[in-house]
């Protein structure tokens, strides 16, 4: 097979049939969900509803700090792990050059994006961090009862993307990089595709269901 | 039949550019040091390669960048060099004299010549006809006997220009008319005159083809991507982009990147060799390489589109397409779901 036109393939016609899927998919869930419907809710509330969403969406990823003695202490690989894997897979996506260019074409301006060495060190990080997560969800007893094929299917496409992106920018050459961005771009197409179905949608509704979260307990006036 | 040694004397060089041009050549083959006195040796005994030139759905383009092939070989030398029994811009004769002269050096030679062939081939049809014969038929007639065959530029490689879509005359690429047959390819738009002497002199030289990638390729000048040798590659591990072609960022030489280089999937020695006596090449005179030299370069889409995006481009329309797709759908079966469980 011909390594150019396996590379046209992905970035043409599956690329754009996943993005559709994408936009499509996580659309279909919203509605979905906005159609199942809340019982009417005719209780006053008790605090302030919508100060306390924006609270939540505000601190909900500093809530592992404020708790550092009881819940940082105990479970300090999913938090800092989890926290730099997020900072890097997220940085990753949208800042730097060649995911701002794809992004431009898609949202219609571009993002600005970080030097090179700022994502050598993100992606490195969130790789290994990806990887300490991977391990202590198959050693951690709770949470590994809690995982199940999704979870590794989801960090092991992760993973390919970060590694596959590293090794394009860094280490591959000649023929093998064609092969190699032909990977990162398959399994980030894949990947695509693949979040509306499963509860990597969080990567899209996450601040939508902190924000009713949040809302819920303003409503009932209570603490987080 | 003279030596190319003895063609550098009557052409009046001194022994000095034989060996200056011996070495360059040994060098860009990257052949060992170690290896130097055999490669010297035998081009200065052994008799010069016969070439026969065949031309068929092409633009002459190859032909012009070969004879102009001037890094490593002078061209008064190159055109005495390559004794070309047949090649239809070049040779002397015409009509039927010229086919006969291809007849009587592949009888001749049988086994021995160098088939070099420029522009794509057309198994079914009969376009690019010459002496009332298919292209096709006399590809079959002057491979069957061939030392080596050699396909020089795109259309002969992967079927270029010719074979672009809709690909009206159902050009194919050499490899594909001659299945089976070792078929060396050197792809470019046109490629490069020295990569092409250097392999037609490899093989007369050592009596076998340089090492070849997957696809038939050179290894020594096609084993690297442009990006991988091109002296803006700081700028783009740097993330300094021109946006234009007369930005700031232009000015300073910046990466081409975002302007559509094609460079990261493009593999060939414009970078190392350059082209004009290594004066040049594109992304130094400020052009984004347009990847000429990989196969279907001229459906991959608008040449200045970066790599990175969507090639079937992918805006806000789609993306609201896309929404209005979804909502469609959910909306759609959750009434059917509703009204299934009898709901209102």
Same mark, same amino acid.
């Given at each position: 097979?011909?390594?150019?036109?396996?590379?046209?393939?992905?970035?043409?016609?599956?690329?754009?049939?996943?993005?559709?899927?994408?936009?499509?998919?996580?659309?279909?869930?919203?509605?979905?969900?906005?159609?199942?419907?809340?019982?009417?809710?005719?209780?006053?509330?008790?605090?302030?509803?919508?100060?306390?969403?924006?609270?939540?969406?505000?601190?909900?990823?500093?809530?592992?700090?404020?708790?550092?003695?009881?819940?940082?202490?105990?479970?300090?690989?999913?938090?800092?792990?989890?926290?730099? $894997?997020?900072?890097?897979?997220?940085?990753?996506?949208?800042?730097?050059?060649?995911?701002?260019?794809?992004?431009?074409?898609?949202?219609?301006?571009?993002?600005?994006?970080?030097?090179?060495?700022?994502?050598?060190?993100?992606?490195?990080?969130?790789?290994?961090?990806?990887?300490?997560?991977?391990?202590?969800?198959? $050693?951690?007893?709770?949470?590994?009862?809690?995982?199940?094929?999704?979870?590794?299917?989801?960090?092991?496409?992760?993973?390919?993307?970060?590694?596959?992106?590293?090794?394009?920018?860094?280490?591959?050459?000649?023929?093998?990089?064609?092969?190699?961005?032909?990977?990162?771009?398959?399994?980030?197409?894949?990947?695509?595709?693949?979040?509306?179905?499963?509860?990597?949608?969080?990567?899209?509704?996450?601040?939508?269901?902190?924000?009713?979260?949040?809302?819920?307990?303003?409503?009932?006036?209570?603490?987080? | 039949?003279?030596?190319?040694?003895?063609?550098?004397?009557?052409?009046?060089?001194?022994?000095?550019?034989?060996?200056?041009?011996?070495?360059?050549?040994?060098?860009?083959?990257?052949?060992?040091?170690?290896?130097?006195?055999?490669?010297?040796?035998?081009?200065?005994?052994?008799?010069?390669?016969?070439?026969?030139?065949?031309?068929?759905?092409?633009?002459?383009?190859?032909?012009?960048?070969?004879?102009?092939?001037?890094?490593?070989?002078?061209?008064?030398?190159?055109?005495?060099?390559?004794?070309?029994?047949?090649?239809?811009?070049?040779?002397?004769?015409?009509?039927?004299?010229?086919?006969?002269?291809?007849?009587?050096?592949?009888?001749?030679?049988?086994?021995?010549?160098?088939?070099?062939?420029?522009?794509?081939?057309?198994?079914?049809?009969?376009?690019?006809?010459?002496?009332?014969?298919?292209?096709?038929?006399?590809?079959?007639?002057?491979?069957?006997?061939?030392?080596?065959?050699?396909?020089?530029?795109?259309?002969?490689?992967?079927?270029?220009?010719?074979?672009?879509?809709?690909?009206?005359?159902?050009?194919?690429?050499?490899?594909?008319?001659?299945?089976?047959?070792?078929?060396?390819?050197?792809?470019?738009?046109?490629?490069?005159?020295?990569?092409?002497?250097?392999?037609?002199?490899?093989?007369?030289?050592?009596?076998?083809?340089?090492?070849?990638?997957?696809?038939?390729?050179?290894?020594?000048?096609?084993?690297?991507?442009?990006?991988?040798?091109?002296?803006?590659?700081?700028?783009?591990?740097?993330?300094?982009?021109?946006?234009?072609?007369?930005?700031?960022?232009?000015?300073?030489?910046?990466?081409?990147?975002?302007?559509?280089?094609?460079?990261?999937?493009?593999?060939?020695?414009?970078?190392?060799?350059?082209?004009?006596?290594?004066?040049?090449?594109?992304?130094?005179?400020?052009?984004?390489?347009?990847?000429?030299?990989?196969?279907?370069?001229?459906?991959?889409?608008?040449?200045?589109?970066?790599?990175?995006?969507?090639?079937?481009?992918?805006?806000?329309?789609?993306?609201?397409?896309?929404?209005?797709?979804?909502?469609?759908?959910?909306?759609?079966?959750?009434?059917?779901?509703?009204?299934?469980?009898?709901?209102?």
């Amino acid at each position: 097979m011909i390594d150019v036109k396996a590379y046209d393939f992905v970035r043409g016609p599956l690329l754009e049939f996943a993005l559709y899927f994408f936009f499509a998919g996580m659309t279909y869930r919203f509605v979905r969900v906005i159609f199942l419907g809340l019982p009417k809710d005719y209780a006053k509330p008790k605090g302030n509803p919508l100060a306390k969403a924006v609270e939540k969406i505000a601190l909900k990823p500093t809530q592992g700090w404020r708790f550092f003695i009881e819940v940082f202490a105990h479970r300090g690989i999913q938090y800092v792990g989890g926290f730099l $894997f997020h900072l890097g897979f997220l940085g990753l996506t949208f800042f730097v050059p060649q995911h701002a260019f794809l992004w431009k074409e898609i949202i219609g301006f571009e993002l600005p994006y970080m030097p090179q060495l700022v994502a050598d060190i993100l992606a490195y990080s969130a790789l290994l961090s990806l990887f300490a997560l991977t391990v202590h969800r198959v $050693f951690n007893p709770v949470l590994k009862l809690l995982t199940g094929k999704d979870e590794y299917f989801a960090n092991f496409l992760i993973g390919t993307i970060i590694f596959t992106g590293l090794l394009a920018m860094r280490w591959s050459g000649g023929g093998v990089y064609v092969w190699i961005i032909t990977l990162h771009m398959l399994s980030g197409a894949i990947l695509i595709i693949y979040i509306p179905m499963s509860r990597l949608s969080h990567f899209v509704y996450y601040f939508l269901s902190v924000f009713f979260y949040g809302w819920n307990v303003g409503k009932r006036g209570v603490s987080f | 039949m003279h030596t190319l040694y003895d063609l550098f004397k009557v052409k009046g060089y001194s022994r000095r550019d034989f060996l200056k041009f011996a070495t360059l050549t040994a060098a860009a083959l990257g052949l060992p040091p170690s290896m130097f006195a055999q490669f010297v040796h035998a081009l200065e005994t052994k008799p010069k390669p016969v070439v026969i030139w065949l031309e068929f759905q092409d633009c002459a383009g190859c032909s012009e960048s070969f004879i102009r092939s001037t890094t490593v070989m002078p061209t008064e030398v190159l055109l005495d060099f390559i004794s070309l029994e047949y090649h239809e811009t070049l040779m002397a004769p015409a009509g039927e004299r010229a086919e006969e002269s291809k007849r009587e050096a592949i009888e001749k030679y049988k086994g021995k010549y160098i088939l070099v062939v420029e522009g794509s081939t057309t198994p079914k049809g009969v376009y690019c006809t010459v002496g009332g014969r298919s292209n096709y038929e006399l590809l079959k007639e002057a491979a069957k006997d061939a030392g080596a065959i050699i396909a020089v530029g795109s259309c002969a490689c992967w079927g270029g220009v010719p074979k672009a879509e809709p690909n009206p005359t159902g050009a194919v690429p050499l490899y594909e008319a001659l299945g089976g047959k070792t078929v060396v390819n050197i792809p470019g738009c046109p490629p490069i005159g020295d990569v092409m002497v250097a392999t037609v002199v490899h093989f007369l030289a050592l009596g076998k083809l340089p090492p070849l990638d997957n696809l038939g390729r050179p290894k020594t000048f096609y084993g690297q991507t442009i990006h991988d040798r091109c002296y803006r590659r700081a700028f783009y591990n740097a993330g300094k982009f021109a946006g234009s072609f007369d930005d700031e960022g232009a000015r300073n030489g910046y990466c081409l990147y975002k302007l559509g280089c094609k460079g990261p999937i493009t593999r060939n020695a414009c970078a190392t060799i350059r082209w004009n006596g290594g004066l040049s090449f594109p992304i130094q005179s400020g052009h984004p390489c347009f990847g000429c030299a990989e196969p279907d370069f001229w459906d991959r889409g608008f040449i200045y589109r970066p790599l990175p995006v969507v090639e079937t481009g992918f805006g806000l329309k789609k993306v609201a397409a896309g929404i209005a797709i979804g909502a469609a759908a959910g909306a759609g079966i959750a009434w059917v779901n509703k009204k299934l469980k009898g709901g209102k």
